[in-house]
């Protein structure tokens, strides 16, 4: 008699129709996931249980939220992947088949020392205690941004984008992934077997830092379309991108074309006409309406060369006095810039197919937000600050680096 496929109760009417109608391969029977409690890593740890995982280790400083699964397959284990001593002991764990690595300092606003902790040294501590326990699968959680020149990214392939290591980085975050995965590409053989996968603008229900800050912003006012607002974007459904991440570790096995390989994976063929780009402020601009907040579009475009010379100065603010600004010369550049991406790559190697349809996936977003973010908000003044889910994690990750020696 086979057993129902478990579902994790926090799931979208989307994401569990996905979950159970799909057929997909088996996942191993022990796993990891570090960063296991962010918007990704918790979706991850889902996943794989309703894969047939017996046991994920979730590994996060910070814990697992309110709403988090809690299934006899799932140790929410709280810990600093700065701590070898922590790590030692997560990786000393018997039979662990994969480690998910996912945990990072994301974003252009924390403090610059611990990008370097956890993107960097936090990686080595994970490749380190992984050969000294004889794990011999690494599926790393990388970025686009790695790559990123403030250049138009066009429709590129991976092979055509700029390869590691670039000769300046737009933000610290970008620099120190990139660290942290030429460590991964770098120790990969066919006995400890290393793959890099990166979304595009990952979305979905339960989002802490894409769209909360933005739509925080359109609340309050404080939201214009940058530029002439039609520049092309690729996004990515969290459900699609943990499948991509979870079936790269398929991909990894003596000779793979895939080892220690950067891949991009994203919803696919968004665009009417069968492109894999959409327009970001029109696209944007639904979720705004769907708060019943005011179209972009009926207001005035703020001209770039004004919004960079605006940036240029808050950049210099921020550093003065240590505050937080959400304009910046790094969000001007990517939110006015084409970024988008050929997935083929991902596609022919590691058999990648998105599982949830743009179209679909967005809507429910747009629902989910107006259901479950909405009723919690209240306008602010000013310009400074970051959404509070955001912050939070800022603070707890800051502080735990602190206390790691």
Request: net charge negative; with cysteine.
């Given at each position: 008699?086979?057993?129902?496929?478990?579902?994790?109760?926090?799931?979208?009417?989307?994401?569990?129709?996905?979950?159970?109608?799909?057929?997909?391969?088996?996942?191993?029977?022990?796993?990891?996931?570090?960063?296991?409690?962010?918007?990704?890593?918790?979706?991850?740890?889902?996943?794989?249980?309703?894969?047939?995982?017996?046991?994920?280790?979730s590994f996060d400083v910070v814990p697992p939220p309110k709403d988090a699964w809690h299934h006899p397959n799932i140790e929410w284990r709280v810990g600093d992947i700065t701590d070898k001593q922590a790590?030692?002991?997560?990786?000393?764990?018997?039979?662990i088949g994969c480690v998910w690595h996912n945990a990072a300092a994301v974003g252009p606003f924390h403090p610059k020392p611990l990008y370097?902790?956890?993107?960097?040294?936090?990686?080595?501590?994970?490749?380190?205690?992984a050969k000294k326990y004889g794990i011999n699968k690494i599926v790393f959680s990388s970025s686009p941004s790695t790559r990123f020149t403030g250049?138009?990214?066009?429709?590129?392939?991976?092979?055509?984008?700029?390869?590691?290591?670039?000769?300046?980085?737009?933000?610290?975050?970008?620099?120190?992934?990139?660290?942290?995965?030429?460590?991964i590409s770098k120790v990969c053989t066919n006995e400890f077997m290393t793959v890099a996968v990166a979304p595009h603008q990952v979305y979905?229900?339960?989002?802490?830092?894409?769209?909360?800050?933005?739509?925080?912003?359109?609340?309050?006012?404080k939201l214009r379309v940058f530029g002439k607002g039609y520049n092309r974007i690729c996004f990515t459904h969290v459900d699609n991108y943990c499948h991509g991440l979870i079936i790269a570790e398929k991909a990894l096995y003596p000779d793979s074309p895939a080892l220690g390989k950067f891949y991009i994976v994203t919803d696919g063929k968004t665009h009417p006409e069968g492109e894999q780009y959409l327009i970001f402020w029109k696209i944007l601009d639904e979720a705004i309406v769907g708060m019943g907040?005011?179209?972009?579009?009926?207001?005035?475009?703020?001209?770039?060369?004004?919004l960079l010379f605006i940036a240029s100065i808050c950049d210099v603010l921020q550093k003065i006095f240590g505050i937080i600004l959400k304009l910046n010369t790094f969000?001007?550049?990517?939110?006015?810039?084409?970024?988008?991406?050929?997935?083929?790559?991902?596609?022919?190697?590691?058999?990648?197919?998105?599982?949830?349809?743009?179209?679909?996936?967005?809507?429910?977003?747009?629902?989910?937000?107006?259901?479950?973010?909405?009723?919690?908000q209240s306008k602010?003044?000013?310009?400074?600050?970051?959404?509070?889910?955001?912050?939070?994690?800022?603070?707890?990750?800051?502080?735990?680096?602190?206390?790691?020696r």
């Open positions: 008699m086979d057993h129902p496929i478990p579902i994790a109760p926090s799931s979208s009417p989307l994401q569990r129709t996905t979950s159970k109608s799909g057929s997909y391969p088996p996942v191993p029977s022990v796993c990891v996931v570090t960063g296991g409690t962010g918007f990704v890593g918790c979706r991850l740890v889902e996943m794989l249980v309703e894969r047939g995982a017996s046991k994920v280790i790590v030692d002991e997560l990786l000393s764990t018997p039979n370097y902790k956890v993107n960097y040294e936090g990686t080595q501590n994970i490749i380190e205690s250049v138009d990214v066009d429709g590129l392939t991976e092979e055509e984008m700029p390869s590691l290591p670039l000769d300046n980085y737009m933000q610290t975050y970008a620099e120190t992934k990139a660290m942290g995965e030429m460590e979905g229900p339960r989002d802490n830092l894409f769209l909360p800050n933005l739509l925080e912003a359109a609340m309050n006012g907040f005011p179209s972009l579009w009926g207001k005035a475009h703020l001209p770039k060369g004004l969000n001007v550049i990517v939110l006015t810039m084409h970024r988008w991406f050929d997935i083929k790559a991902a596609e022919t190697d590691l058999k990648f197919e998105p599982i949830i349809g743009f179209r679909e996936g967005w809507d429910e977003t747009i629902v989910w937000f107006r259901e479950n973010w909405l009723p919690k602010s003044k000013g310009l400074g600050g970051i959404a509070k889910t955001t912050q939070s994690k800022i603070d707890i990750q800051d502080e735990s680096s602190k206390k790691v």
